[in-house]
């Protein structure tokens, strides 16, 4: 049997996604087609490659702190998957996290082969995809890097390229020639028309200790600073953490540019497996709506929503009606706190926007209205300068942080479940249609210890509501 780990790479923020992807609610953990998350979707498509000599031992997720939480959510929907989480500290770009989850796959000395994908691509023929990572699997046996490469059917300037030998080697692999940068259109025109460039998919099949052995050539650096790192290492159950402080020093920089830009010319083999399966990035809007499903206009309609006269557009409506007429070539996101229009083609350039959302501090930037969180969600319904309404949920089970506010005071009323609550000394039940007040200063929990989740409508008042007007005393989530 060979012995595989699915090394699942999940940072980043997909802000050309914005505003339905954010920071605190990035793209790898939104539905964007399907019924699952694009995340939830690449930890079952690696997965899938077991069976017959293909054992996959485990799944090792790498992920920031912020996002943890999330990914587990996500996991738990999942049947039968072993995974662990590497969370970064930091960020620090994706040559450092595959170099933790290279040293975790390995900690036993078993050296097995790591299935390396970023967590926000989409493909269409699930079955092309598993043959080909089954090929990967057994070029990378030999102890060579296979990246799957993406034939191209148009001229995108969105994505690197590969340079390949025309010529089909072995396991039906070809050898890399050379990496080449986003082109310019007339360049991604030429490589279409040769026949011999593909798109780099971000995607690697290859032994942890090649991995180890490549860095160690190119870039001592990393693998010394995130072996120390490593080393110092806390391990909480499905969560693992390399040492912060060791972290931070370690460089940022990309698997491409870190070692396999480097590869072709060298001794470390490197190889391309073809890859023809419906595959995308999703990088940008026009790329979601490139892969969606169109009408005879060439429009896609996500959500409540309708168009006339119009056509080659997309509406994706998150809370409410959105309609146009007489469009063309329009991308409309709509969500409860922001609403984006943008010239389909120039859909690349929403990170403009969220650029100057950020250099204005605002919110909408980082967090939807709806926030989740680790015992469930909050959703911000009205609020002025001294007050602020939220309808809350709580898992069965969960309870928030023992906490106490300097600057506002509470009032709880419970619509669905019942609702324990720790208010100073009194612990009591409240049920639906019942209320409760937390004076300001007051130390207090809200618990669900019912078997259905627990929905309140939080009324806060006071001369200050944001939320760092939280100290929490006690935390079963790990949070300061």
């Given amino acids: 049997m060979i012995k595989i780990v699915s090394v699942i790479l999940c940072g980043g923020s997909g802000t050309r996604l914005w505003p339905l992807s954010r920071t605190g609610f990035p793209k790898q953990f939104l539905v964007l087609n399907g019924q699952s998350s694009l995340f939830q979707q690449a930890v079952c498509r690696v997965n899938s490659i077991a069976g017959n000599e293909f ?52 900690v036993h000395g078993e050296d097995p082969i790591l299935v ?22 057994q070029a990378a046996v030999s102890g060579e890097i296979v990246i799957l ?8 300037t969105g994505y690197g390229y590969i340079h390949y030998d025309g010529n089909l080697g072995q396991s039906g692999k070809h050898k890399v020639l050379k990496f080449a940068e986003k082109p310019d259109l007339e360049t991604a025109v030429q490589y279409l028309s040769s026949g011999n460039y593909a798109w780099n998919s971000g995607m690697f099949v290859l032994k942890a200790s090649t991995w180890l052995n490549a860095l160690k050539k190119f870039r001592p650096d990393i693998l010394r600073t995130v072996s120390a790192a490593w080393e110092s ?46 595959w995308s990035d999703l990088g940008a809007w026009d790329a979601v709506w490139q892969t969606g499903q169109h009408d005879s206009n060439g429009n896609m309609l996500v959500g409540d929503a309708f168009l006339a006269d119009s056509s080659n557009t997309l509406i994706y409506a998150s809370n409410r ?4 007429v007489g469009v063309e070539d329009l991308v409309i996101v709509e969500t409860a706190d ?25 919110a909408e930037h980082t967090l939807h209205r709806k926030v989740f969180r680790p015992w469930g969600w909050y959703d911000s319904i009205d609020e002025s300068d001294r007050f602020k309404v939220k309808r809350i949920q709580v898992k069965p089970g969960a309870s928030l942080s023992l906490q106490q506010h300097h600057h506002r005071a509470e009032h709880w009323i419970v619509v669905k479940g019942t609702a324990e609550v720790t208010c100073g000394e009194e612990v009591k039940l409240i049920t639906e249609n019942q209320s409760t007040y937390i004076p300001l200063g007051e130390v207090h929990r809200l618990r669900n210890p019912g078997v259905i989740p627990l929905e309140i409508i939080e009324v806060q008042s006071g001369s200050y509501l944001g939320e760092d007007d939280i100290v929490r005393l006690e935390d079963a989530f790990g949070r300061s």
């Fill in 338 to 362: 922001a609403v984006l229009v943008v010239d389909r083609k120039q859909s690349q350039q929403v990170k403009k926007v969220v650029s100057m959302l950020e250099q204005q501090g605002r």
């Fill in 116 to 137: 390396v994908t970023p967590a926000d691509q989409t493909v269409v023929d699930e079955s092309a995809m598993t043959d080909a990572l089954r090929q990967s699997v």
């Fill in 233 to 278: 290492r806390s391990d909480d159950a499905m969560f693992i953490r390399p040492d912060k402080a060791l972290f931070d020093q370690v460089a940022s920089e990309s698997v491409d540019y870190a070692v396999i830009e480097s590869c072709p010319g060298s001794e470390v083999n490197i190889s391309m497996i073809p890859l023809v399966a419906g």
């Fill in 149 to 156: 490469g993406i034939t191209p059917d148009r001229p995108e």
């Fill in 55 to 106: 054992l996959v031992n485990e799944t090792l997720i790498v992920t920031n702190e912020d996002h943890r939480f999330l990914a587990l959510d996500q996991l738990r929907e999942l049947k039968e998957v072993d995974a662990r989480l590497l969370l970064e500290p930091v960020a620090r770009n994706t040559a450092p996290a595959l170099t933790l989850a290279a040293l975790q796959a390995n």
């Fill in 321 to 324: 009606l959105v309609s146009a």
